[in-house]
């Protein structure tokens, strides 16, 4: 078992925040994003709850990158099924993901597009989160990003009303 989370940390639904709007300074989400069947209605939620001028600190493992298919990595280039399969020869034990149920291919084109394409939001930052090294410039090449950044961190400020 875990310890304890500290006093006033909020366990919920990222859909359903039990939040009044604007009351957090910092709203922080880290490897959910591929794991939610309508990440939009997610972040409106991470924006919902956080005020105006606060931060929202999101990152996700997009499908693309070597750990997209996250335990079947990286025989998902070869096909969700076919590699949850192998996992499963290999380990004797079916894998914890299922593309489409708890794991989604998210891709990092296409999230940022929708992100900025959002009015309750800016881009603060958009980089890759465990190549910090990795010049921001990557993130703007389509194709290569969605290998070579693995992980996308997404730092977005909360627009005013």
Known sequence: MGSKPP?????????????????ADVTFSSNVLEHVADPQTFLS??????????????SFTN???PW???????WHYFGAERARARYQRRTGRPAK??????LFAVHIG????????????????ARSRYWPFLDRAV????????LATWNLLLILRRCPP
Do not use: F
């Open 68 to 74: 997209g298919g996250h335990e079947w990595a990286p």
């Open 7 to 23: 006093d006033g940390t909020v366990i919920a639904d990222g859909y359903l925040l039990p939040l009044s709007d604007g009351v």
């Open 97 to 102: 993901h299922t593309l489409g149920e708890n």
């Open 63 to 65: 499908w693309l990158s």
């Open 110 to 125: 296409a999230t940022l597009r929708q992100v900025r394409a959002r009015d309750d939001v800016t881009v603060v930052a």
């Open 139 to 146: 993130v703007k090449a389509p194709g290569i990003r969605e």
């Open 45 to 58: 939620e991470l924006a919902r709850v956080t005020r105006p001028g606060g931060l929202i600190y999101v």
